[in-house]
């Protein structure tokens, strides 16, 4: 037996052997570039603490994020046909499909869910970006006409967050339908007489803000959000113009009146809650006073004013 191979080396491998350290404790912000701890990015709520920036964010922590607790019950969405156009770019539609499941750990870029809000029921259907870019293709359609046939089901409000680079490409125009698909989702809300609401975070573009991410009966969105048709660069290309600073970013379509609120990450939970409570509870906000009648002159018959007789004014 060899002492020096079998306690000596390995001792004086272990006091020079550098520690594993993992690579995911520290995430630099995209906008000001400093370093951030990871627990301090999770307790900040993925937004920067030194420049504010608000990263993006899974579709399952926005959920958790809204409900009460965190607590909500996923909805099981429509089996949709999978690469109805046989569509192949660089790869198959299907392998991209494959990857993006295997990637994000979910069926589609689309979660709808139901839980509480202050008690209340409520709806949510959540963008996940990390699925190819939150596209809205056949599934995304039918994810959210059965989120609203569910709000109405429950009579809930329906919330609904974009995180999206538009309609899926990869579909054609099986894509392009689902605008009027969404449409006719917001309206079957709307005509039940239930709220509304569009949560715009970054990106909310291409077809999904042509269609339903427009119809919130209040908009709110959050900082630096990107809020558009079309990209930046393709519109000065077209209009052959420079756009002004900010151009699409949530602040600027709330100064131009595109948007009706821009609201921190961690005011949004509260906020919705409070708008909630001004559009679906009609009670007065105090007693009601009952008023003496009035009459219209004194018992003699004064049109003057005065007290009558039987005491009203």
Not at 53 to 68: C, E, G, N, P, T
């Amino acid at each position: 037996m060899n002492w020096i191979s079998n306690f000596v080396r390995p001792k004086i491998r272990a006091l020079v052997k550098k520690a594993e350290v993992p690579d995911n404790l520290w995430h630099k912000c995209p906008a000001c570039t400093q370093m951030i701890f990871h627990r301090e990015l999770e307790a900040s709520l993925k937004v920067c603490p030194h420049c504010g920036h608000h990263m993006r964010v899974r579709a399952r922590q926005r959920l958790q994020l809204l409900f009460d607790e965190g607590k909500y019950t996923t909805v099981e969405l429509p089996e949709t046909q999978i690469d109805p156009l046989r569509f192949r770019d660089r790869k198959r539609y299907a392998d991209r499909l494959r990857e993006a499941t295997a990637t994000t750990a979910e069926k589609e870029a689309i979660l709808v869910a139901h839980g509480r809000m202050d008690g209340e029921a409520t709806v949510i259907a959540a963008f996940d970006f990390a699925f190819m870019g939150g596209s809205m293709g056949l599934a995304v359609g039918d994810g959210l006409l059965a989120a609203a046939r569910l709000a109405v089901m429950q009579e809930a409000p329906l919330i609904v967050v974009p995180s999206s680079g538009g309609a899926r490409m990869q579909e054609g125009i099986l894509s392009l339908m689902q605008m009027p698909r969404t449409v006719i989702a917001v309206e079957q809300v709307k005509e039940a007489g239930l709220p509304f609401f569009v949560l715009l975070t970054d990106p909310t573009t291409g077809g999904v803000s042509a269609s339903f991410a427009m119809l919130g009966d209040i908009a709110i969105a959050e900082p630096g959000a990107v809020i558009g048709f079309a990209g930046q660069r393709v519109i000065e290309e077209t209009i052959r113009e420079t756009l002004p600073e900010g151009f699409q970013r949530a602040e600027y379509l709330l100064e131009h009146g595109m948007v009706d609120m821009v609201v921190h990450r961690r005011d949004l939970r509260e906020t919705i809650i409070n708008l909630f409570r001004l559009l679906r509870d009609k009670r007065p906000p105090a007693a009601v006073v009952q008023l003496p009648q009035t009459g219209t002159g004194s018992k003699h018959g004064d049109s003057t004013g005065g007290t009558s007789a039987d005491g009203t004014v």
